[in-house]
């Protein structure tokens, strides 16, 4: 039986319908090749925090490959909650992140010079220089360009160039053709295998962090400033120190935020780290040094693996809330 004209004009605008209804379902790209996504870094008006999150997919070379347009580097991978990423850095240009909410992270990179005419004196009574190892692949008084410097960034403050004068002393060697922060796992699991692995790249993987892990948050979604993407996933600010990122998506069902692992310390001082938000508390390891965290006692929060219960609140308006974000948590 022959079907209509109208009706198939009638069944292609129910499908057509039906597919924009699916595509407008998913709002924000949760990847860009093997880069998996998610907020604040975003694709697209509406899916990222603000434009120094932005990431843009670039599909020219055939295969996808994700941008963070801010700082123009090639986003490879992303860590710990979003706080920290995998970037690949141009060997001879130098990187500059001031004014950024970015900075290299000096726990996890390395500053690294390479082709140095000469290696270092570590007699020197020099405290910067006491953090460096010369490695030479020839007899330096003989050739020139064969030694090569790792050194450990310094502690206690954001590095936001790979200037060398800004991150070490003038008694740094400057005869090198080319200095640069790196990845330090990467370098560790491959120049110490083949020390001229550095001399064949053009790019190299480096850390940069936009917050530092501070432990884990419980906040109602009206209790502070908060942003949040097309999908409801959202940074609560706490402060102008302290972010709160959650882990799920605020919903009718989700009165609460829950970030395990997502209070995020974003003071460019590191100082301001070792003070807790408002109603959080320290949890520091016995040594005082190894490890600092801040727990809240407003909610739930997960440390050493073990569920730690505290629910007080601070005004009894809200205690029926927070009471609902304990029963939900407890019975998942």
């Given at each position: 039986?022959?079907?209509?004209?109208?009706?198939?004009?009638?069944?292609?605008?129910?499908?057509?319908?039906?597919?924009?209804?699916?595509?407008?379902?998913?709002?924000?790209?949760?990847?860009?090749?093997?880069?998996?996504?998610?907020?604040?870094?975003?694709?697209?008006?509406?899916?990222?925090?603000?434009?120094?999150?932005?990431?843009?997919?670039?599909?020219?070379?055939?295969?996808?490959?994700?941008?963070?347009?801010?700082?123009?580097?090639?986003?490879?991978?992303?860590?710990?909650?979003?706080?920290?990423?995998?970037?690949?850095?141009?060997?001879?240009?130098?990187?500059?992140?001031?004014?950024?909410?970015?900075?290299?992270?000096?726990?996890?990179?390395?500053?690294?010079?390479?082709?140095?005419?000469?290696?270092?004196?570590?007699?020197?009574?020099?405290?910067?220089?006491?953090?460096?190892?010369?490695?030479?692949?020839?007899?330096?008084?003989?050739?020139?360009?064969?030694?090569?410097?790792?050194?450990?960034?310094?502690?206690?403050?954001?590095?936001?160039?790979?200037?060398?004068?800004?991150?070490?002393?003038?008694?740094?060697?400057?005869?090198?053709?080319?200095?640069?922060?790196?990845?330090?796992?990467?370098?560790?699991?491959?120049?110490?295998?083949?020390?001229?692995?550095?001399?064949?790249?053009?790019?190299?993987p480096a850390i940069l962090e936009?917050?530092?892990?501070?432990?884990?948050?419980?906040?109602l979604y009206k209790s502070h400033?908060?942003?949040c993407n097309k999908e409801d996933?959202?940074?609560?600010?706490?402060?102008?120190?302290?972010?709160?990122?959650?882990?799920?998506?605020?919903?009718?069902?989700?009165?609460?935020?829950?970030?395990?692992?997502?209070?995020?310390?974003?003071?460019?001082?590191?100082?301001?780290?070792?003070?807790?938000?408002?109603?959080?508390?320290?949890?520091?390891?016995?040594?005082?040094?190894?490890?600092?965290?801040?727990?809240?006692?407003?909610?739930?929060?997960?440390?050493?693996?073990?569920?730690?219960?505290?629910?007080?609140?601070?005004?009894?308006?809200?205690?029926?809330?927070?009471?609902?974000?304990?029963?939900?948590?407890?019975?998942?």
């Amino acid at each position: 039986m022959a079907i209509h004209p109208h009706r198939l004009v009638l069944m292609f605008h129910i499908i057509l319908l039906l597919w924009q209804i699916e595509a407008s379902q998913i709002l924000c790209p949760s990847s860009c090749g093997n880069v998996k996504l998610s907020y604040p870094l975003g694709i697209g008006e509406g899916s990222y925090l603000n434009k120094w999150f932005e990431v843009t997919c670039d599909n020219s070379s055939g295969s996808p490959r994700a941008f963070l347009n801010s700082v123009h580097l090639e986003l490879t991978g992303i860590l710990h909650s979003s706080s920290s990423i995998i970037v690949n850095c141009p060997r001879n240009s130098s990187i500059n992140l001031s004014g950024s909410p970015f900075s290299f992270p000096n726990t996890d990179n390395i500053f690294t010079a390479i082709g140095c005419e000469n290696y270092l004196n570590l007699n020197k009574k020099d405290s910067t220089l006491s953090h460096c190892h010369s490695f030479c692949t020839c007899d330096p008084t003989k050739y020139v360009d064969c030694c090569d410097f790792l050194c450990t960034l310094p502690q206690n403050r954001k590095v936001e160039n790979e200037n060398i004068s800004e991150i070490y002393s003038e008694s740094f060697p400057r005869e090198c053709s080319s200095a640069f922060i790196v990845h330090k796992a990467w370098l560790e699991s491959n120049y110490l295998k083949n020390p001229y692995v550095l001399k064949h790249k053009e790019v190299v993987p480096a850390i940069l962090e936009w917050g530092k892990y501070g432990g884990s948050c419980v906040e109602l979604y009206k209790s502070h400033k908060t942003n949040c993407n097309k999908e409801d996933y959202c940074v609560i600010q706490l402060n102008s120190d302290y972010f709160c990122l959650c882990d799920n998506q605020r919903s009718n069902n989700h009165v609460g935020c829950e970030g395990r692992g997502g209070l995020l310390c974003v003071s460019k001082n590191d100082s301001d780290c070792s003070e807790c938000p408002y109603g959080y508390e320290p949890y520091q390891s016995e040594d005082e040094e190894t490890w600092f965290q801040c727990w809240a006692w407003n909610g739930v929060t997960y440390l050493c693996n073990t569920v730690v219960v505290q629910v007080h609140t601070k005004t009894e308006s809200n205690q029926n809330e927070a009471e609902v974000i304990y029963k939900k948590w407890w019975e998942r």
